[in-house]
């Protein structure tokens, strides 16, 4: 990978690890589903206007908007609300290896041998940072993130397959196609909207700009931008990153303890990254205006 492609894959885990932790205070007056109908909308507002027609097909930009968009957010929300947190980040890595093998069977991607070890490492670097995972007696919505994971894994399969678009213009659309699902999930499931966009203060807000801004719009720009260029067992690892800075972030924005054992999952997660980049052998790369 290019050292810009590579500055690229880092930034994304890294902006969404940042996003998550301030979407801590977001959540604590915005229903989910509230909050992701705005984010929706906002990032189609903001990236719609200066973009040409996409270049993908019909079919898939839907398929890639409402499974990568509204649909894996509606069951990851659900799901990770009731799970331990422990379980919870460790369940959430699912979609590398879904992606990778979502790649094999969609867009005939090779599997890679010592990039399924560097993935394994990167995840058992994970695992130390998370601790043993807690018990689980609410398997249903164990499923939910599962299968919440799986959805995500196979828009980006289809991303990598059929998209013909920049990363702002991906994730405008997935935006676009998200909203209107993500608001009907809302007034089924949730309440007290109106109220919550009432009450809220600068303070709400401002934690929902940085949502917004920096594990949305930047994440998603710059995801998409080197998935469109590099297979998904080079970019998916990548993700594996997201806990580390949310822990770091954690840390210097809300006061949150940093172990060591955070400290040294973190090492071994840049081990399994490593492997993947650097020791296995780089496939040519594809630039997006070209595909």
């Not at 509230?34 to 996409?54: C, D, E, F, H, N």
């Not at 990548?238 to 972030?249: D, H, S």
């Not at 954690?250 to 990254?273: C, D, H, K, N, P």
Request: include cysteine; hydrophobic fraction near 60%.
């Amino acid at each position: 990978m290019k050292p810009r492609d590579i500055a690229l894959a880092l930034a994304a885990p890294i902006l969404w690890g940042v996003g998550f932790t301030f979407a801590k205070p977001a959540l604590q007056q915005f229903p989910p589903m509230l909050m992701m109908v705005m984010i929706y909308v906002a990032t189609s507002a903001l990236l719609l206007g200066r973009r040409s027609r996409p270049r993908t097909p019909l079919w898939a930009l839907l398929l890639i908007g409402a499974l990568g968009g509204a649909v894996q957010s509606i069951l990851i929300f659900s799901g990770l609300a009731r799970l331990p947190a422990s379980t919870a980040v460790l369940v959430v890595q699912a979609q590398v290896p879904f992606a990778v093998l979502c790649a094999w069977l969609i867009g005939k991607e090779r599997l890679s041998a010592i990039r399924l070890v560097g993935i394994a490492i990167a995840i058992a670097g994970v695992a130390l940072i998370a601790g043993a995972p807690e018990a689980v007696d609410n398997y249903p919505s164990l499923v939910m993130v599962v299968v919440g994971g799986l959805f995500w894994a196979v828009a980006q399969a289809l991303t990598r397959a059929y998209g013909r678009d920049d990363g702002p213009t991906t994730t405008a659309m997935i935006g676009l196609v998200s909203a209107p699902l993500a608001l009907a999930a809302s007034l089924l499931f949730e309440s007290r909207q109106v109220e919550a966009l009432q009450t809220a203060t600068p303070a709400h807000w401002g934690a929902l700009a940085l949502v917004f801004l920096l594990g949305y719009v930047l994440a998603y720009s710059a995801w998409y931008q080197v998935l469109g260029r590099y297979r998904v067992d080079q970019v998916t690892p990548f993700i594996l990153l997201m806990p580390i800075a949310g822990v770091i972030t954690g840390a210097l924005a809300l006061g949150e303890a940093l172990s060591a054992r955070v400290l040294a999952g973190g090492g071994i997660i840049l081990l399994g990254l490593w492997i993947v980049v650097r020791v296995a052998a780089a496939p040519k790369t594809v630039a997006v205006a070209e595909r």
